[in-house]
């Protein structure tokens, strides 16, 4: 690959020299095809980078205003809506979702609490009935089969990753209270004000500056299907129900529906922007979007476990906040256990650690093969912590 197919472009800070060195080592030994990378400090952008390419046939470069589709990367500003319901007294988080959603009292749910939606310890991390793509984009049809579901196992003893789910759970609970489904709730009160780069879908105006997303190469059929057959049935309802990969992402209909938990399209100035909230104890460039009292809220661990649906994937034990995912003795998010975030599948990530006043986006068209802790976000999350 030459030096200019993978030309970085953008500002990075003097001391903050060995971010952009993480950011090229990821071009030329950690196959990264077009990325982003955006990290905030005390409020200020100190690294706002970008190169490599938007499509898969590398005619079109990454430019400044690039957005992908970042997948669960989404979740954080989802919970974001929640917990601004929450702040303003709208949204009792301990309350029964069938408070606010009556249907969802359905198989024994009457008394599960909004807050288990957030930590994904609901016990509704998939759905029991084949689920075609197609139908997921209908939000009413997606959201009646939920309601009247039974949980996987008992709602509040452990987590199991709400992979496609937590949107559509978060997100009716939003719709419920405001009015709203989340993405337009997150547009009027956040990003709309605020002129952040993200969206919940991609509106057609936006669709020529968005990347192409790229599968990641994968092993034999015979392989994978081994691995699938090791998986317990939750977790295949969680993570292939519906089948999707790469691909999917670059649909028309993906685009044009609401996935709350998968199809956030943003570029990653934006991405740290929105977990720039929680960095900055609920401030964004000097307006208050949350209480200093909401961002510790979300960052509450809810119990250490073996994921019911990742399980030893993630290297065993991990906890999760209100809808963010806790660094922990892991330090996914870093050396802070106190710093949270969430990444999306196949490598990209939003970080905040207000203890530093750190937030950090990263997004990239290259699919990686993890859920979480691609080792590119790793390289660039320890780079900014070696000169903190």
Not at 285 to 291: E, H, Y
Request: proline share 6%; glycine share 14%; aromatic share 8%.
């Amino acid at each position: 690959m030459s030096e200019q197919e993978h030309e970085v472009r953008g500002h990075c800070a003097p001391r903050f020299g060995a971010v952009r060195e993480a950011f090229e080592a990821n071009f030329r030994d950690r196959g990264e095809l077009g990325a982003a990378v955006c990290v905030t400090v005390g409020g200020e952008t100190v690294v706002d980078l970008w190169g490599g390419w938007a499509d898969a046939a590398r005619t079109r470069p990454w430019q400044r205003d690039t957005v992908v589709n970042v997948w669960s990367t989404t979740k954080g500003p989802v919970a974001l809506c929640a917990h601004l319901l929450a702040d303003r007294g709208l949204l009792d988080l301990d309350a029964p979702v069938a408070a606010y959603w009556p249907e969802f009292a359905a198989a024994g749910k009457e008394t599960l609490p909004v807050r288990y939606l957030l930590s994904h310890r609901a016990g509704l991390a998939g759905l029991r009935e084949p689920l075609p793509l197609e139908r997921l984009y209908d939000w009413d049809t997606t959201v009646a089969l939920l309601a009247a579901t039974e949980p996987w196992w008992e709602p509040g003893t452990a987590s199991g990753y709400h992979a496609m789910t937590y949107g559509h759970l978060v997100g009716e609970v939003v719709r419920r209270v405001s009015g709203l489904r989340p993405g337009a709730f997150l547009a009027r009160e956040v990003t709309g004000p605020l002129g952040v780069d993200f969206t919940v879908g991609l509106p057609e105006a936006a669709a020529g500056r968005a990347a192409e997303l790229v599968q990641s190469p994968v092993g034999d059929s015979s392989e994978q299907a081994g691995i699938f057959s090791r998986l317990s049935p939750v977790a295949i309802a969680a993570l292939g129900n519906p089948p999707l990969d790469a691909t999917a992402a670059n649909s028309a209909g993906w685009r044009a529906a609401e996935l709350p938990a998968a199809n956030g399209h943003g570029t990653a100035r934006a991405v740290a922007e929105l977990y720039g909230v929680f960095a900055g104890r609920g401030e964004l460039r000097g307006r208050r979007v949350l209480s200093a009292a909401a961002v510790e809220r979300a960052r509450e661990g809810q119990g250490a476990c073996l994921d019911l649906v990742l399980g030893a994937g993630l290297g065993g034990e991990t906890e999760i906040g209100l809808g963010v995912w806790l660094s922990g003795p892991r330090g996914s998010f870093g050396p802070n256990p106190r710093a949270f975030g969430h990444d999306g599948f196949g490598g990209s990530s939003g970080l905040a650690d207000p203890e530093a006043g750190l937030s950090l986006g990263y997004v990239m068209n290259r699919m990686g093969p993890h859920i979480a802790d691609d080792p590119r976000k790793t390289a660039l999350v320890n780079a900014v912590y070696s000169v903190l």
